[in-house]
Every structure is written in structure tokens, then in C-alpha cells.
């Protein structure tokens, strides 16, 4: 069983920054390639971003790539995703999720287990 706490959302402005973080307790965090997803109201959640247990490979939304970055850090049971170059589209609940076996890790049935999420709103 892994427990994942999402943070670090909040409001920014468009074009602002934030970063979210997501820690993690249980089983021993390296084992697990992680990935963030969002989701607005009234869609389906949709893939952001993932990274593989070692931190040797990441994929990205192609709506995201060039302005959010994953990493992990397996000391600290923790994995990141930095947002730059905030737009209105962007605001959505972000969630993380931990994955057993790193496989198509742009789906989200390939996630084992999820956090609870935060909201992130962005303004115009």
C-alpha cells in the first residue's frame, strides 16, 4: 500500500509559476514510476506528465511540454511537477499517482494508487 499527498497548488496568475509536490508513504518509494494527471470540471482526467522509477526516462502532454518539468527524489519519498508559463487552461485538480509496472504510463489505468489532489487555478 502506498498513501500519496498532493501540494502545493494554489492561484496563480497566467504566465506565474508554481510548483506541486506529492509525497508519498509505504512501500519504499523507488520501486514505482509516478505520474501526475489532471482533471477540470466537466472533462476526464488527462496525462501530464510521468517518469519512470530511476528518474531515466519522463513523457509529457504534448499541452505541457517545454513549460512543466517532473522529478523525483527517492530520498525523500517525493516527486515534483514545476509549472512555468501558467495559462488559464492549465487550472484543474492535479493528481499523482504511483504505477508498479512502467508501462504506458500516459493512461491512467496503469496507476496502482492516487492521491487525494489540489487544486490549481490560474487567472487571466
Known amino acids: 500500500q502506498v498513501q500519496l499527498v498532493e501540494s502545493g497548488g494554489g492561484l496563480a496568475q497566467a504566465g506565474a509559476s508554481l510548483r506541486l509536490s506529492c509525497a508519498a508513504k509505504g512501500r519504499p518509494f523507488s520501486n514505482y514510476a509516478l505520474g501526475w494527471f489532471r482533471q477540470a470540471p466537466g472533462k476526464e482526467r488527462e496525462f501530464v506528465a510521468a517518469i519512470t522509477s530511476d528518474s531515466g526516462r519522463t513523457s509529457y502532454a504534448d499541452a505541457v511540454k517545454g513549460r512543466f518539468a517532473i522529478s523525483r527524489d527517492n530520498a525523500k519519498n517525493t516527486v515534483y511537477l514545476q509549472m512555468n508559463s501558467l495559462k488559464p487552461e492549465d487550472a484543474a485538480v492535479y493528481y499523482c499517482?504511483?504505477?508498479?509496472?512502467?508501462?504506458?504510463?500516459?493512461?491512467?489505468?496503469?496507476?496502482?494508487?492516487w492521491g487525494q489532489g489540489t487544486q490549481v487555478t490560474v487567472s487571466s
Open positions: 499517482g504511483a504505477a508498479t509496472i512502467p508501462l504506458l504510463l500516459a493512461q491512467s489505468s496503469a496507476y496502482d494508487y
